[in-house]
């Protein structure tokens, strides 16, 4: 069994069954959008409907990433299992760059060979999109903070609630101005903003991936923590990295003249309890004593 247990945080438990909630609401959307896509002959609308099927699959993708996440720690996996949640948003920022390539490739063709648009049909279907969208959205709001996983989750909706907003525009323009081009344009705009969140999505999973320093890990506080101590005579191997989104480890080296190991552990103790307070976690502390000095010899 491995030494210390990480427990599945309630916060991920409220946020998989929550962004269930939403894999089924914008599956639901996606199919009536698709119909309603082929009935107007709407590009903006059909990319709507893409992007809802996409972020249907990556909705899919992030509970199965929050579901395995719940997975015990085993042997193999002593730290469990939170980088699945990790790799399911890196995954998602992926399928989002796709759905952004697809819309900007068709509206461009739409831009060079001009299509009639039925403006009432698209209007109305994007309008009941943006409504379903909307209760999406109310469902993973309280847990966008969450997790990654979570905030992939709610990005997606998101981005799905904006796009119907697009679609809303463009559609009275078709409507009620005879402006077929309004929905291409409008295409265009939501690749703009597809391409953002998934930007954002993949620097921000690739950190953990990476490895990298946690965002929220001010590395200058550590240090002052590490050698603010008196009896700490250096600092070395200082590593911090993250788990997965709000899940930081720590290991560090501390240099300490030769002293009883009662001492030892309760400044190791107290370490610890500073760093937590500065955000660190999983902390793994190794205290190396210097020998003493050798006395001079007359």
């Not at 409504?131 to 997606?156: E, M, P, Y």
């Not at 907003?165 to 690749?191: E, H, K, Q, S, T």
């Amino acid at each position: 069994m491995p030494e210390h247990p990480h427990v599945f945080p309630q916060r991920h438990r409220g946020a998989r069954e929550t962004v269930a909630i939403a894999l089924g609401i914008t599956a639901g959307i996606g199919v009536v959008e698709v119909l309603g896509a082929f009935l107007s002959n709407s590009l903006s609308l059909l990319g709507d409907a893409v992007h809802n099927f996409i972020d249907t699959t990556a909705l899919g993708i992030a509970l199965a990433s929050l579901s395995v996440l719940a997975r015990a720690p085993s042997r193999r996996q002593t730290f469990g299992y939170h980088r699945a949640e990790v790799l399911g948003a890196w995954a998602n920022g992926i399928v989002l760059l796709l759905v952004a390539g697809f819309i900007a490739v068709r509206a461009v063709e739409r831009f060079l060979r001009p299509e009639p648009v039925q403006g009432p049909v698209m209007l109305g279907i994007a309008i009941l999109g943006l409504a379903v969208n909307g209760i999406a959205l109310a469902f993973l709001r309280t847990f966008r903070t969450s997790s990654i996983g979570a905030r992939a989750a709610f990005l997606h909706v998101l981005s799905d609630t904006v796009t119907s907003m697009g679609v809303i525009v463009a559609g009275i323009f078709v409507w009620r101005f005879d402006a077929p081009l309004a929905d291409p344009a409008v295409a265009i705009l939501i690749v703009v903003f597809i391409v953002r969140g998934a930007v954002g999505l993949l620097r921000d999973s690739g950190r953990i991936l990476m490895e990298a320093t946690p965002k929220d890990l001010d590395e200058p506080t550590i240090l002052k923590i590490l050698t603010g101590e008196p009896a700490v005579r250096g600092v070395h191997d200082v590593h911090a990295w993250s788990l997965t989104s709000g899940v930081n480890a720590l290991t560090a080296h501390v240099e300490v003249e030769d002293m009883p190991l009662a001492e030892a552990v309760a400044l190791k103790e107290r370490l610890k309890a500073k760093l937590e307070g500065a955000g660190a976690g999983h902390i793994v502390l190794e205290v190396d004593m210097r020998a003493p000095a050798k006395g001079r010899t007359s």
